[in-house]
């Protein structure tokens, strides 16, 4: 069975951190059996435009590329064919973990110019095979802020090991009822309860009691 915190938080109300979740949902017999936070492995990437886009002096290949991050400036040697003056793309400063090269990245100097941090592909943060150029976004996304909060990708994905009697778990509300029970907050009404239709109509069938 899997869902996410937010999916979770739909039908639980709850402060609890994700590790308090995980441990409670082990506690009561729903062994977590993984947990994928993409938001945590993208912490360090954000969204910045590119300003300015020049050849580099010594390579026909790379451009030294102006790159804003919000509150500042920076400046990036790259190779991507599709770096250019206007481009909203997602950047990595030098101590950020990049994932689909398996590398920390360093302050570098690239030919003989000084490289603050990488414009990135797809293939950099892990989310497809594609590295043919930097990632493009939307040219209204806000610069400086979080990659994987603007992308939907900083909702935790948990994973929980079902035994066979535990089918009222199959389904996140079930899950969010045992949390509850367990004291890690409170169930919220399901969706659409407040516009149910009251239980209450005329029986088919007739009774009679005949007393002695």
């Given at each position: 069975?899997?869902?996410?915190?937010?999916?979770?938080?739909?039908?639980?109300?709850?402060?609890?951190?994700?590790?308090?979740?995980?441990?409670?949902?082990?506690?009561?017999?729903?062994?977590?059996?993984?947990?994928?936070?993409?938001?945590?492995?993208?912490a360090?990437?954000?969204?910045?435009?590119?300003?300015?886009?020049?050849?580099?002096?010594?390579?026909?290949?790379?451009?030294?590329?102006?790159?804003?991050?919000?509150?500042?400036?920076?400046q990036?040697?790259?190779?991507?064919?599709?770096?250019?003056?206007?481009?909203?793309?997602?950047?990595?400063?030098?101590?950020?973990?990049?994932?689909?090269?398996?590398?920390?990245?360093?302050?570098?100097?690239?030919?003989?110019?000084?490289s603050?941090?990488?414009?990135?592909?797809?293939?950099?943060?892990?989310?497809?095979?594609?590295?043919?150029?930097?990632?493009?976004?939307?040219?209204?996304?806000?610069?400086?802020?979080?990659?994987?909060?603007?992308?939907?990708?900083?909702d935790?994905?948990?994973?929980?090991?079902?035994?066979p009697?535990?089918?009222?778990?199959?389904?996140?509300?079930?899950?969010?009822?045992?949390?509850?029970?367990?004291?890690?907050?409170?169930?919220?009404?399901?969706?659409?309860?407040?516009?149910?239709?009251?239980?209450?109509?005329?029986?088919?069938?007739?009774?009679?009691?005949?007393?002695?």
């Open positions: 069975m899997k869902f996410t915190l937010g999916w979770l938080k739909e039908h639980l109300d709850t402060e609890a951190s994700l590790d308090d979740i995980c441990r409670t949902l082990t506690m009561i017999g729903l062994e977590v059996d993984g947990v994928v936070d993409r938001g945590a492995r993208l360090g990437f954000t969204v910045a435009r590119v300003i300015a886009a020049t050849p580099h002096p010594n390579a026909d290949r790379l451009k030294v590329c102006t790159v804003d991050l919000g509150d500042h400036e920076v990036v040697v790259c190779g991507a064919p599709n770096a250019r003056e206007g481009l909203v793309g997602v950047f990595a400063p030098p101590g950020t973990y990049i994932p689909g090269s398996d590398f920390t990245l360093k302050d570098a100097e690239i030919r003989g110019v000084k603050e941090g990488m414009l990135c592909s797809e293939r950099e943060l892990e989310l497809s095979d594609s590295h043919d150029g930097i990632i493009e976004l939307s040219a209204d996304s806000p610069i400086g802020a979080p990659y994987a909060k603007i992308a939907g990708l900083d935790p994905i948990i994973e929980v090991g079902l035994t009697n535990r089918g009222d778990c199959a389904g996140v509300r079930g899950i969010a009822r045992d949390l509850a029970a367990a004291g890690l907050g409170a169930l919220k009404r399901a969706p659409g309860w407040d516009h149910a239709v009251p239980a209450a109509f005329e029986s088919p069938v007739k009774v009679r009691i005949d007393l002695p």
